[in-house]
């Protein structure tokens, strides 16, 4: 249900690549700090589920960051998130995945929703003329896709970059050609960026990076679009009165503003703490272990007794427990690292994890249920061992096989990360250890 629709113009673009690996990620980074730096109020947002470039981006643009994506987060909120923006921004970036047409639904597929052109970064280094051949696939491969600029990414000289803006066909400009630069690169990890947090200097960094792209003449502005959309009704208060104690530091950091926002809007009072530095939880009725890098820390958080005792009195007391896929890590008896050393967890299910070197998951995943169906999506690079028999399975709506999902007592555990607005009535029932059961 919408209320009032609300109404904002603003200049607006989707970075976009043909392909993963071309640079979008710290491209949209560096564009959002340079216009910030040039007194303009930049907002981002992400396409699809990912936790760690919108860190960065938080970074660059000095504003939250929000996912879009009209399969997960549903067709509604994209056009609301975009317009509300649109009322108070300067500027709107949306980092696609992937590549432009990549996945169902695409990047393209929310530029096309939202009404707004795609960017494309194309990663230029051993390319001439095949360059304007690219570009022109990108715009003409679907009538409605709105491709007007392009940007070239790591070239190798001056000559390099009229050579790319020459090959291109009418119709479409370049917008700017980046060299090479130590700037535009950032460190990952097994499961992509380095959390923006760990990154020392990067304010320094972005500041770098927005002057490289000033230089190749990336400080225009993208065209202006006109973007409404109702805004949502506010859900029901089903947590009043409840203290949700959240975990949230460098090992537990997978949180979508957007499940912080409606737990508030459902009433709850968040109360966050640290595994790896706490040796207490706070007064609070439910728990909540997100995702993160647990195996990046097994020795500290194996030898923090202090939580570790108390987040066992919380489950002995039959009190709610949510655990998404490194809280499920953590839930374990035992988890082996990426290094083969094995460390105690917390043993409220029973078996172990054990780090496998490779992608173990990744998909969009729903859990459907008697109180809603809760969307959102997997991706992990570890194995659960275990004789616990799960409550439910996921539901596979791409990629990999669907997760189990786990309930002893108060604790629903899953490698599994949920969207919380896609359903709030389940999130509710889960936070104030009521009943829910599976659906098929």
């Not at 409404?228 to 460098?250: F, N, S, T």
Request: charged share 20%; aromatic share 6%.
């Amino acid at each position: 249900m919408t209320t009032t629709p609300i109404r904002g113009e603003t200049h607006a673009a989707l970075i976009s690549a043909p392909g993963s690996g071309q640079g979008k990620s710290m491209v949209t980074a560096a564009l959002a700090r340079l216009h910030r730096n040039a007194g303009r109020r930049v907002r981002v947002f992400k396409h699809g589920p990912d936790y760690l470039d919108p860190m960065v981006l938080e970074v660059a643009s000095g504003e939250p960051v929000y996912q879009l994506h009209p399969w997960m987060t549903g067709e509604e909120e994209c056009r609301w998130r975009l317009a509300e923006a649109a009322q108070s921004a300067d500027l709107i970036l949306v980092e696609g995945s992937m590549g432009l047409f990549d996945g169902e639904p695409s990047s393209a597929d929310l530029a096309m929703l939202a009404g707004i052109p795609a960017l494309p970064v194309i990663d230029a280094r051993g390319m001439a003329q095949t360059f304007g051949a690219v570009a022109q696939g990108l715009a003409t491969y679907h009538p409605r896709m709105v491709v007007r600029e392009v940007i070239a990414n790591r070239i190798g000289s001056a000559r390099h970059g009229d050579m790319l803006r020459e090959s291109l066909p009418a119709g479409i400009s370049l917008l700017g050609a980046i060299p090479r630069s130590a700037a535009m690169a950032i460190p990952d990890r097994h499961l992509g960026l380095v959390q923006a947090g760990e990154l020392e200097g990067l304010d320094r960094q972005l500041d770098a990076a927005a002057a490289v792209l000033a230089e190749a003449g990336l400080d225009r502005l993208p065209a202006r679009v006109t973007l409404e959309a109702g805004a949502p009704e506010p859900p029901p208060r089903l947590l009043d009165g409840v203290r949700i104690a959240v975990a949230r530091d460098a090992a537990f950091a997978f949180i979508y503003r957007a499940n912080l926002d409606l737990l508030r809007q459902l009433g709850a009072s968040l109360r966050f703490f640290s595994p790896l530095k706490d040796r207490g939880l706070p007064e609070a009725d439910a728990l909540w272990l997100p995702g993160g890098y647990p195996e990046l820390h097994g020795r500290t958080l194996a030898a923090n007794d202090g939580i570790r005792d108390a987040i066992r009195s919380h489950f002995a007391a039959d009190r709610p427990l949510l655990a998404e896929c490194g809280g499920l890590m953590a839930c374990t008896e035992a988890l082996t690292d990426g290094e083969g050393e094995t460390h105690a967890m917390l043993g409220l299910l029973p078996g172990s994890v054990r780090m496998a070197g490779k992608l173990k998951a990744l998909g969009l995943q729903s859990l459907r249920s008697d109180r809603g169906e809760l969307r959102g999506h997997t991706y992990h690079h570890s194995e659960l061992d275990t004789g616990e028999v799960p409550l439910a399975r996921t539901r596979r709506l791409a990629g990999s096989e669907a997760e189990p999902v786990f309930r002893r007592r108060g604790l629903v555990a899953s490698y599994f990360h949920g969207y919380f607005p896609s359903a709030p009535e389940l999130v509710a029932a889960i936070f104030r250890g009521e009943p829910w059961s599976p659906l098929g």
